[in-house]
């Protein structure tokens, strides 16, 4: 069968990859992809930019497209899978009320109140003289959220009464994230150790993805501004496999259960960014929910995936159906771990279309046997005349695998260590807490 996955980064590139392994699948479209999908085994980039439903919707016709994979929160949230299903596309995603819960951080706010999900105290504002004024009523540090999509760094962990000012301007005065961010989320801060808990769900069956965890800050030590994610690796071991399996009946399930109430039926993955508070005694009564994505996440995906051992295509296909309770995920043992290579400057202002060197003959996948090696995933990627250059703020996601952290990590490092672009960015530090 034909497969179209929608978005460019690296996420797609790994949703891209595993899918294109499969022997029942013929193609991986991907719109519009990067430069390392252009280069991968079965699949073929598709020039139409990720939001363009109607080109995207047509080419998926005329390809026969068999299943569609939506990548990215943006075509989410303009309601791709509604549109898609309407005209008889067969869609791997949320509906467009269902993407709410990442596109809307007040709606996912109201969802978590409503369904008695434990997370951060919070308000929300319109105006900024109100948010400022509740500013002045607070302890810092306190954490300040854009409350629309902004691509990873919409979240400002202020330290002083000024750098919290700040940043509710940067929304509400400054409009820095444009539209889609109108109102600022302003919540406690917790202080702990944060986990990406995925799972996959036709909105009654909850399949959980193999544990991971991410770095969203920019610098060593978990320091500098917030970023759509520096590093990850899997499994993560911060919860035991009981409390692991508990988790979905403590911050999926209920929301779910909200959703329907509100007649709203969630397909796709859904992806819980969680909070293990410091102490001591019981873990999951420690637990509190930051955020909901309605996707995989991103480095996530690039460490998750390759330790998938079934057939993806199958899971998806069967979530689309509301088939999944029929579906068995399998997972490989090893560990596997990913380095973002990102542009100098990342998150603020970064320079494009430098030439990368250094991948020819590295990276190029594990090894199918022994499954030790390493893939570089492109995120930000792409040819001019048949120079790759950089095309974006995360470039590349080196991901190694080996039979614990330790190997996976050293298998990646040494890949980024030959790998160069000028002012290239990456944390030393992956996987730190785990070590």
């Not at 509740?134 to 202020?158: F, R, S």
């Not at 209920?254 to 509100?262: H, I, N, Q, W």
């Not at 614990?404 to 000028?422: P, S, W």
Request: aromatic share 8%; net charge negative.
């Amino acid at each position: 069968m034909n497969i179209l996955v929608i978005g460019g980064g690296g996420r797609e590139h790994a949703i891209a990859w595993k899918l294109a392994s499969l022997q029942d699948v013929s193609m991986v479209y991907v719109a519009p992809g990067n430069g390392g999908t252009q280069l991968e085994n079965k699949c073929k980039n598709v020039d139409i930019a990720a939001d363009d439903l109607i080109k995207l919707a047509k080419f998926a016709k005329s390809e026969n497209i068999a299943l569609t994979v939506v990548g990215p929160e943006v075509p989410l949230s303009l309601g791709i899978v509604d549109f898609f299903e309407a005209n008889g596309l067969k869609t791997f995603g949320p509906c467009q009320m269902a993407a709410q819960l990442e596109a809307s951080k007040s709606f996912a706010k109201d969802i978590m109140a409503s369904s008695n999900i434990p997370t951060a105290g919070y308000k929300y504002f319109e105006k900024a003289d109100a948010a400022i004024d509740y500013l002045k009523t607070k302890t810092m540090p306190i954490v300040v959220k854009a409350d629309g999509l902004a691509a990873g760094k919409g979240v400002t962990i202020a330290g002083t009464l000024q750098e919290a000012i700040d940043a509710v301007n940067d929304v509400l005065v400054k409009h820095i994230f444009g539209q889609c961010a109108l109102k600022v989320l302003i919540e406690d801060f917790l202080e702990g150790e944060e986990v990406s808990y995925l799972v996959m769900t036709d909105g009654d069956t909850i399949i959980p993805l193999a544990p991971a965890q991410d770095h969203k800050a920019a610098y060593d030590g978990d320091k500098g501004p917030n970023t759509g994610g520096m590093g990850a690796y899997s499994p993560a071991s911060i919860f035991t496999d009981e409390e692991y399996a508990k988790l979905s009946e403590l911050v999926i399930r209920p929301v779910l259960s909200e959703l329907k109430k509100r007649d709203i039926t969630y397909k796709g993955i859904l992806y819980a960014g969680l909070m293990v508070l410091n102490g001591t005694g019981d873990k999951l009564s420690r637990v509190r929910v930051l955020e909901y994505n309605s996707r995989f996440g991103d480095p996530e995906t690039q460490v998750i995936l390759p330790r998938l051992t079934s057939d993806l295509a199958r899971h998806m296909m069967a979530v689309v159906d509301g088939k999944l309770a029929e579906e068995t995920l399998t997972w490989d043992n090893n560990s596997v771990a990913t380095v973002v290579m990102a542009s100098g400057g990342y998150p603020a202002e970064y320079e494009t279309g430098l030439p990368i060197t250094g991948l020819d003959g590295v990276g190029a996948n594990f090894d199918i046997k022994t499954n030790f090696g390493v893939k570089v995933f492109h995120s930000g990627t792409k040819f001019v005349d048949s120079q790759l250059l950089t095309a974006g703020g995360r470039v590349l996601t080196v991901t190694g695998m080996g039979r614990d952290l330790h190997e996976a990590l050293k298998n990646a490092y040494a890949t980024v260590e030959q790998i160069h672009f000028d002012g290239a960015l990456y944390r030393s530090d992956i996987g730190h807490r785990a070590l």
